[in-house]
Structures are given as C-alpha cells and as structure tokens.
DNA sequence: CATGAATGAGTGTTCATTCAT
DNA sequence: TATGAATGAACACTCATTCAT
C-alpha cells in the first residue's frame, strides 16, 4: 500500500465515520423522535460510546441541524433540476410532484424528520429551516399560480389552500410509506403526481375525451 | 345550601378540573411536543403545582391518552354524522370531506397532537389509536370506493394512495392553520372539501358542463 | 400547638433548610474549592440526595453568588458600624482594623471563599463582588488618606501600595487561622489592628513617649 | 552539521519544549484557574493538540508539581542571596522584603499558582509545598526575631502574627499588580519592603529624628 | 514525535413520581 | 384537596488519559 493510499484511505475512513453518525441519527431520531433519542442511542447505533460521539458532534441539537442542512442541500438541488422543464404548465407540476415524490420516498427518514423535528431548532438555524421551507412552498406555488394562469386549473381554485392541501399531502407520505412495502416508489410517485395535478386541476386536468 | 347541592357541586368542580387538566395538557403538549413538556408545564398552565396533578392523573401517558381518548370519541360521532347522508357518493365524498376538515379545523391543537405524538403511546394505548387510525382511513378509502365504482373517479386512480394522499394532506392543516387567520374556517372547509373531490374525481368531478 | 405555631414552625424549618443548605456549602466550597466541590458533595453534606438540592437552589453558580451575597450584606454592616467613630483618624483605622480582623475571623470560611472563589461568578454577580470590593477599598484607602492628611502616617506613605498591603494581610487570616487554635480571635485582631496602625504610621503611630 | 550538534539540537528543543510547555502552564493555570484549565487549554496555548501533551508530562498533576518544584527552586536562590547580608537585622528585613517582593511581581502568575492551587497537589508533593512554605515562614520570623532581639521592634510585636500578616500582604500582590500598569515593580517592592519595616518596627522603625 | 479517535468515569441538571403534612 | 420536599434514574456533555497509526 503507498502512503497515498494510506492517507485516503484515512480521510475516507473519517469522512465514512461522520456519515455513520449522520446516518445513525437519521434511524434513531425517526424511530424514537428527536427529543426522546438519546445521544446514547445514535453512539450505539454508531457503535461507540457516548463519550466518543463528541468527536464528531457538538451538541445533540447540532446533530439535527445537521441533518436537515443537509437534507436541505440535496433536496434543493432536486427541486432545481424538476423546475426547469420546457412544457405546458400542468406538465411542469406533474413533473415536480413525480420527482419530489421520489425524492421523499428515497429520504423517507430525513424528510419525516424535517417534517416534525424542526421544533426543536433554536435560533437563526430555525430560521433558516423555515426559510427554505417557505421557498419550497413559493415554488409550488409559483407553478400552480402558472397552471391557473394557463386557465388549466378548476376555476375557483385557491393557490395558497391548493399548496398547503398538496404539501401536506407530501408531508404525510412518511406516515405510511414502507420501504420493504409491495408498491416500488416510482408508482407511488406517479399517483402522487397525477394526484397533485388533479387537486389543482379537477376537470381542466382530464384529456379531452368525448 | 342542601348537602345534595354541595355533593353535585363537589362533582361538578371535580369534573370541571379534569377538563382543565386535559385542555391545559392539549394546550402545552401543542405548544411544546409531548416528550418535552413537563407536568410541571401542564400544572402552571392549570394554576397548581405538580404534586397537585397527581390528583387528577395517574401519569403523564394516562394524561396523553387521555387526550387521544377523548379526541376519538368526538372525532367518531363526527364521522358518524357525516356518513349517514344518503346522496350521490362524490357528494358523501364532499360532505365528508367538508365536515373533517371543520372538524379538524375547530380542534387543531387536539388534530396536532393526534397526528404527532402517538407514538409516545404504550402497549394497548398505542394499538387502540392505530385501531382507530385504520377505521378512520377504512371509511375514507370505502368513501373513495365507492366514487370509484360510481364511475366518478379519474380511471386510474389507486383508492389506497388516495386515502393516503388525502389523509396526509388533512393531517396537514395544523401546520399552517392559525385561528386568528384571515380565513374562516368555513371556506377553508369548502376548499379543502373541493380538493379532496378533485384528488378522486379528476375531470369526472366537474359537473357536467358542455 | 396552635396552627400558627405549626405554620411558623414550617417556615422555620423550610428557613432552616435554606440556609442549611448555605452553611453546607461553605464549608464544602472552603475545603474542596469551588470548582472541584461537586454538587453532590454538598448535598452530602445536608444529607439528601443532590437532585433534592435543586429545590433550593437554581445552579451551582447560584449558590456560590448566594454565598457573596449572603457574606456581603453581613460585611458591610459590620463596616458601617466601624466607620461612623468619632476618634482620632489613627484610631478609627485601628477601630477598622480590628472590626475588620474580628469579622473574618468569626466568617473565616466565607472570607476565605470570598477572596479566592469571585472568579468563578459570572456576569452581573461578578461585577457586583468587584464593585463590592472596590467599596471596601475605598472605605480603607479613605481612612488611611485621613491619618495621612493628620500628619500622623510615615511621610512618604502610598495610600494605594498602604491600602493593598493591609487588604492582603487580611485576605491572608484564612490560610493560616484555624478555629481552634491557641489564640482567641481577639488578641488576633488587637495584634492585627495594631500591625495596621503600624504599617501606616510607621514613627508616628506611637504613642508620644519619651 | 556533525551528529554531536544534531543531538545536541535534539536535547536543546526537547529541553524548550518542555520549558514551553510549563510556561503555557502557568499562563493557562493562572488565568483559569487549575482545576478549572484542561489539558486540552494548555496543549492549545503550546501549540498541539492535547494527545501530544502526554510526551512531555504524565498527567496534569504532574505538570502542576512541576511548577511547584520549578518556582520553588528558583525562589530558595533568590532568598538564599537575600538572607546572606550584613547588616543591622531592621535593614536586613528591609531587604529580605524588597528582594522577596521584587521576586513575586517578577514571577506574579507562578506566585498567584503557588499562592492558591497547592490544594491541589496530593500525598508527598503537597507535603513537600508545605514543608517550603514552613521554611520560608521561619525565615521570615527569624528575621523578625531578630529585629525584635535588637530593640527594634515594637514592644509588644507577636512574631507568629508579623509573619503571618507580612506573608499575607505579600501574597496578595497577584491579586492587584498588574505587569503593565503604571508603577515600575522597583518602587512597589521599596514601598513593600518599608511598609514590611513599619509593620514590624512601628515607631522604632523611623530612623531617629528630632 | 504528533495525531486524533476512543474511552469511561464523572458533572450539573432535569423530571416524573411519591408521600407526609 | 393541595402542597412542596424528596427521590432516583436519566440525560447531555466534559475531560484526563490511552494508544494505534
């Protein structure tokens, strides 16, 4: 082995440890939730002691923050790519529903966590969650104003209640969703979508057929 | 006064301050999630000190399901309510729709809790809100059904992704819902109402126009 | 027993227990140090277990700040009573000296935290004992500037490198002075008082004999 | 370069190294304190990180003793040469105080170590502390008995007491004397030293004057 | 020599719960 | 019924120390 490969393999095997911890909370603050997961617990998880997690962390909310950043990070630059399609608008929605289904059903943890632990964020690191959840949520509602406009949504739709409805109907996939369930996530995604185009769309959303 | 007058008295205040334990603990375990309010928080909420709960509890999970038990019960007469109309089944579907969301609306800490915290439940506590859980989505997705078999539904659609989508996306509402909001909880119902026909029904919700 | 003498007797006790819990923890911070002393000690020390300790007090720094404040109210009362002499400016310093000698003496275990454990307050309450001790300076560094102005001190006298030495001398008491030792505290105070005088006055602080 | 210079070299910088770090030791110690200072700040305030700090020490302890025996060394020189004059004993005194003060606002953070952290030395070193301190104690007082032997003292001086309030007074220029404020450490160690005089001397320290 | 991961005992603090008054 | 003192187990976090690399 060259000692090129030595000192790799070392930074991998450091980088690799800070991702077990990430990944060791993810699991055990969605199996018990944020507040009742110990730090015990995830230093278990990990398969170190408690003592020892502190290499790696600074505090039990840092974990967290952690976490969501994050997730935020990837989950952006998922919405990034599904926002610029070249399509008629309800093309556009039923796109962004497809991939942000798929990408909430491949980070169901993370995504159950962002869901309900952000609570327990204090100070600007809040903040911040809220604000990119707000983007999230003007993006939605960006393209679903843009499905109205193109006179393709029920005429009496309401934007803001079509997002929260939709968002929340997002939100809940955690809930139920198995990994090791019957249905493969990229059906699942396109119910979704084309159960968000249809919120917004009623009739407007059905191909014209006789 | 009569000794009967004072005895009732004695009843009512009795009853009177276990309702004020349980709507203070809805208050606190809303505000702060279960696992991080203290019984010293539901005690000040009440106006004792915490020695003084155990008058009334017999500990903080028999407080929360407590809450649970009580939300059920009201929540299933709701929904018994809303069954029984005998109309067309997208407008059942509609009624439902518009009743659970008032409901939900009119008791949003209560819908918060529910929707959160039962995994904090133990043993038969636990089961008994999954129980209920099932019901809850059983009548849904029989609802929906029956949509479906009246040929109302969008052709496609899958009754158990619906249930879900829908369920998540009225689980929804205590995120963003404020009481003293600028809308009535009326037409947040209507709307919410509409939206879930819209999920089923796609096009074939439209009534029928030219 | 009267119900008010089954009252005062609570408050009494609960008193009692307050400053049983004080007393414990200067002699607990005396023998160990603020800092290795453990809150386990001084509940030890009361004789209940260390969470029972909480509720009396908020924090450990409380505690110590408890101590200052406690020691501080009481110190400075015994200097109001020293400093309103109506004698000549060398005898009213050696007044002060020996009120001073007598008073750390009798508190020797606050006095001796006092003078080594104000670094550990923080914030406010550090800045308070600084303020305090500034005072107590001055009162001193006062009395000797009036023996100076008598013409009754060694003519080339520093008032401040005056007030420090004797300020250091007294802070010293607690590192050799034990309770039961040989010498009563009042001879310990005369020789102190007089060794004061002597500092200041050099010549002039004695008497006028051939 | 040969290989006696390498080695040499090699001792040299082990030798500093060493040197830095009971130096970092006593910056650190004195700022915070002993028990307060973790190992972790000392390896910082060298320059390493703490794991390397065990090449030059066995343990924090250790490193304390170190600076004990370290500035006891140094301070048995300084007083040896102090005590050696002839003299009249009153002056002798005088200069065992401007030599002795001079050393401590030299060395104030070793001394204000010395001063307040020997509780923390255990078994043999913390004898071996007191043993030193005993001995300069003695010096002290012999000097002082000296002083009264000659007539030149106040009559009814207590030498136990003069040492004592002398070796407080001392002691406490590290709480005050800061390296750079306004007074040259000459002119605080000449007022030490006479205030020393006055205090054993009184009256018969003033040289004889009309 | 230097590193930094790992340890494990310990610290201050919290909190649900009990119980004598 | 109400109090509040007391408990004891648990928690997040710290730190002196060790050791493989």
Redesign the pocket.
Known sequence: MTVAA?REG?VR??RN?RQDVLEAAVRVFHEKGY???????V?AE??????????????????LAWIFEDSAGRFMEMLDEASGLDERPVERLRSFGRSCSLWYLRNIERVAIYATEWKHLTGNRRKNVVTIREAYEQRLAGLIGEVKEAGEAAPDLDVNFATYFIFGALNGLPNWYRRRGPDPAERIADAYAAQIVNTVSGAAGRPRSG
């Open positions: 030595v070392g095997q450091r440890r507040v009742s997961a110990t730090i015990q617990d230093a990990v398969g170190v002691l408690k003592g020892s997690l502190y290499h790696y962390i600074d505090s039990k909310e840092d974990l």
